[in-house]
């Protein structure tokens, strides 16, 4: 300012001020257009209701109920323009290209105001083509494809812009939808439900995957199955590789059991256990299946998992335990099977001092199928179910899989058995019965017992509640029992043998001889000798 108080404005003064004015008369004539619309409405309101309009002209006050009209001024971006910028404009502006400024990840070239990384110059009509075509203008710069041999479809199909936006997005890698997840659920659509893979839950798709390539199927980033899921469950990786015995499917893929993502069934299955199992072991699903007995730790819980480790273990079968221990996790206690009968503890048998050699050596299937049966007490095969049996060597199907069948079948033997009074064979006395034979369970407790040949202490008696007792006395040659089904009884292995021994040395020592004593007489020798050795 001069000493005649005048004003000196500068040339681009004087434009900031024209085009402030100019800014300030547009948003002016906005307003004045908006209000003449409102007043617009009130008259038109007004000639419908003449009644209120006279009463306002005559000054009488109304109470009247006023409507509040929210109006939200938009800013339409400026047209495009159909002639070259000028050689320094910038593509960004309040009203070209505005969103590239905002987000919250811009692309290196953008944030550069460098378009011309990606774009030629403009051709005359303000259109900018891109320098190379397609996903050769991304790989120019970002080599992330053609390297490995399996590529993500996506690229393939419609290149990086499916998933990427080449100029600036609010998501991490300038994705075109918020986050991961739902960028990968656009194509890859997986119903949710009830139990999910932890990665899937979370959203982490390509904590699995790799987004844009990869050695792998299924474009897994680490390696294919089992390591990849290693990666994380390190605990079975370490239990296989310790382990004797290990699942053929977890050593090959998990996801022949599994679901990666997410599925209606524990552990991520693809069934139910038992189903997920049974899928694959056929014979044991026509077991279960034609099952007359049931065994409920095949049913109840866990199912099959109740006893097999479906990963590995230091035990056949993948059990997860020696089969006895195993099955003492249930059969600590009395049980009530499924007719009603009681199944005794178990645990208590094992300290017997005799054991039955399947329960010795811990091998309980042995007698017994564990994923069912069509037999009594789930046993393998036929076995008298009742203290008194008529004689069917069927029915001894069970016991004569390990033990001679001629036990029952030979009324004489000198060998078959040390139940024999001389040479009669009391177990055939006892069994081979058209009526009430005798069965093993009358005489023996089949698991254990505290007396030698498993010979029970009291056993229940037929169609009652009475413990029987069985007062049997082991011998040097024989033994005796006074049982409640019969009068004290004994026998002797050695004592017809003697007795004819006996016999013939009466004869030799008289002279009453011939060749054929002198042979009977060497024999039962022989005889006497050996079966008072094994006596001992």
């Not at 003492?328 to 645990?347: A, F, S, V, Y």
Request: aromatic share 6%; hydrophobic share 30%; with cysteine.
């Amino acid at each position: 300012m001069n000493a005649a108080g005048r004003q000196y404005v500068t040339p681009e003064s004087s434009i900031a001020s024209q085009r402030s004015a100019g800014l300030s008369l547009l948003i002016l004539s906005m307003i004045l257009l908006l209000v003449s619309c409102d007043r617009s409405s009130e008259s038109v309101e007004s000639d419908k209701d003449g009644a209120v309009a006279a009463s306002i002209q005559e000054g009488n006050k109304l109470l009247t109920k006023k409507k509040f009209i929210s109006k939200v001024l938009v800013v339409l971006p400026d047209p495009k323009p159909t002639s070259q910028l000028e050689a320094d404009a910038s593509c960004m502006t309040s009203k070209c290209h505005a969103s590239f400024a905002t987000a919250t990840r811009i692309h290196g070239p953008v944030a550069m105001n460098n378009c011309l990384s990606c774009h030629e110059g403009d051709q005359g009509d303000h259109s900018y083509p891109l320098k190379r075509l397609g996903d050769a203008t991304c790989t120019f710069c970002h080599t992330v494809t053609g390297t490995a041999e399996h590529q993500h479809q996506a690229i393939a199909n419609n290149g990086c812009v499916t998933c990427h936006n080449p100029h600036a997005s609010n998501s991490k890698f300038l994705l075109v939808a918020e986050n991961v997840e739902q960028l990968c659920q656009r194509c890859h659509n997986i119903p949710w439900q009830k139990h999910a893979h932890q990665p899937f839950a979370s959203g982490q798709c390509s904590l699995c995957h790799q987004p844009h390539e990869s050695n792998f199927k299924s474009l897994l980033r680490g390696n294919d199955e089992p390591e990849q899921c290693f990666g994380c469950h390190a605990d079975k990786k370490a239990a296989m590789a310790s382990s004797m015995k290990v699942h053929k499917p977890a050593a090959e893929k998990c996801s022949t059991c599994h679901n990666p993502h997410t599925s209606a069934y524990p552990f991520e299955l693809h069934a139910t256990i038992n189903d997920t199992c049974l899928s694959c072991h056929k014979d044991i699903a026509q077991t279960v299946e034609t099952a007359i007995v049931s065994h409920d730790a095949i049913l109840l819980k866990e199912g099959c998992a109740n006893c097999h480790d479906p990963h590995a273990s230091q035990d056949e079968l993948l059990l997860k335990a020696r089969a006895d221990k195993l099955c003492l996790n249930c059969h600590d206690k009395p049980l009530t099977g499924h007719d009603g009968h009681t199944i005794p503890d178990m645990r208590s048998t094992l300290h017997k001092t005799f054991l039955h050699g399947p329960v010795r050596s811990g091998d309980c299937t042995s007698c017994h199928n564990v994923h069912g049966s069509t037999h009594e007490r789930l046993l393998v095969k036929t076995f008298p179910k009742t203290f008194y049996a008529g004689f069917d060597l069927k029915d001894y199907a069970l016991c004569f899989t390990c033990h001679n069948k001629d036990l029952v079948l030979e009324p004489k033997t000198h060998n078959l058995t040390g139940f024999r009074d001389g040479e009669n064979n009391l177990h055939f006395v006892h069994v081979n019965r058209d009526k009430k034979g005798r069965t093993c369970k009358t005489c023996h407790d089949i698991h254990g017992s505290d007396l030698p040949n498993h010979m029970a202490t009291t056993v229940p008696f037929e169609g009652s509640a009475w413990a029987m007792p069985m007062r049997f006395v082991k011998m040097t040659d024989g033994g005796s029992c006074s049982p409640g089904c019969h009068e004290p009884k004994t026998y002797d292995r050695l004592a017809a043998v003697a007795m004819y021994y006996q016999y013939l040395n009466h004869l030799f020592r008289h002279r009453e001889v011939n060749h054929d004593s002198l042979i009977y007489y060497a024999v039962f020798r022989y005889c006497f000798v050996l079966q008072f050795c094994c006596s001992l």
